[in-house]
């Protein structure tokens, strides 16, 4: 039994999700930036100044670890906004 439970704990941390950030504010661009390093992530904002930004790699935020992470690190980050439809921009 135990070897049963190790088996499943690797197997759930393996896993990838695909998991929406609702707001590219504070929380919602730490939450997003955090997961994308593992998971699929697509952050959704209505405000397109902010998606432009993040599409050019740069924090719409003052936070000295994001903007580390978006010049520095591979993330698996859709950055979308909404307009009449909510549109993909780019994918790095």
């Not at 504070?26 to 904002?45: K, N, R, W």
Request: net charge neutral; aromatic share 6%; charged share 25%.
């Amino acid at each position: 039994m135990d070897q049963m439970n190790q088996v499943n704990r690797i197997d759930q941390t393996d896993r990838q999700y695909k998991i929406a950030v609702a707001g590219t504010g504070y929380v919602g661009l730490s939450i997003a930036t955090l997961l994308s390093q593992h998971h699929e992530v697509m952050a959704v904002d209505i405000v397109p100044e902010k998606v432009e930004l993040i599409n050019q790699r740069k924090s719409p935020i003052q936070d000295e670890y994001i903007e580390k992470y978006l010049a520095e690190k591979e993330l698996n980050l859709l950055r979308w906004m909404r307009r009449q439809h909510i549109r993909m921009l780019t994918l790095w």
